[in-house]
């Protein structure tokens, strides 16, 4: 597991527990007493540290690499998965990935970011970081769902749009505009959880729903805070200061009411449980379809509209 700073008195512990574990008994060491001590204290220093991550420290478990990704959570809580390709004008996207499934009985629209889980993929995947063609796939998906009265699902995880040339030539800034407003005006419920990183517009694109939910220890910004760091401080240095300016974590966003609930992680973060994780956000999930339904298209509209209006209002 990759080590973050502030883990490595945890990830020290967790090596003698395998170390100790791969043992033979003797009479001179009780190896099962043993292990029962260092499992309490390593459980007790997890509680003990994040219990009080700082904003930076959430950033880094944002982002760690073995949070599970879009695919892992389609894997986990659908059945039925049927992938849908390409914008209808000019290629796939595999940064942004979508399509049809059933979720708990109930037929839906699945969309969101895949980073990828090794070199290979990621490249792949382009980290996560979609081009103008993944958020007109997003558009095509919403406009299905609208036409079928089928619930959206989204599910986020990118540092942002991808900021490429190529990107900026075919029109990256309106394919996300279109896209926010494709979500203003979808006909049926949506639900968005942010599952890592939420970046700027690449993350709004597809969570401006009905219901938005974060992970425990997941962040959401209008920029990364390198990026902010870099702007306000000319250094990059900065990012941590970025990072409690910025406000980005689940707790900070409840308490400015731009998000409607949290959703909690395992001790020691979402890569330490990848089951329970996933379903938590499926029941999570489940109760906000269950309290959007049945719903009218032409209220669940204005209600949705309303809600992003009211924003940032006194």
Known sequence: ???????????????????????????????????????????????????????????????????????????????????????????????????????????????????????????????????????????????????????????????????????????????????????????TPMISVIIGEGGSGGAIAIATADRVYMLEHAIYSVISPEGCASILWRSAQHADEAAVALKLTAQDLLNLKLIDGIIEEPLGGAHRGKDMTIEMVANQIEKGLHDLTPWDSDRLIKKRQQKYLAMGRT
């Open 1 to 187: 597991m990759p080590a973050m700073e502030f883990e490595k008195p945890i990830l020290e512990l967790e090596g003698k527990i395998t170390e100790l574990r791969n043992m033979t008994s003797t009479r001179d060491f009780n190896i099962a007493e043993e292990l029962a001590r260092l499992e309490s204290k390593s459980s007790k220093l997890l509680v003990s540290i994040y219990s009080k991550l700082s904003p930076a420290q959430k950033v880094q478990v944002a982002r760690h690499p073995e949070r599970p990704h879009f695919t892992d959570y389609v894997r986990g809580m659908l059945t039925d998965f049927t992938p849908l390709a390409g914008d209808r004008l000019f290629a796939d996207d595999d940064a942004l990935l979508g399509g049809l499934a059933r979720f708990r009985g109930r037929s839906v629209v699945i969309m969101g970011h895949e980073k990828g889980n090794d070199t290979e993929t990621r490249i792949k995947h382009n980290f996560g970081m979609a081009r103008p063609e993944g958020y007109r796939k997003a558009q095509r998906l919403m406009e299905m769902a609208s036409q079928f009265q089928i619930p959206v699902i989204s599910l986020v995880d990118t540092a942002g749009a991808y900021p490429g040339v190529d990107a900026e030539a075919r029109g990256q800034s309106e394919a996300i505009a279109q896209s926010i407003d494709s979500c203003l005006r979808l006909r």
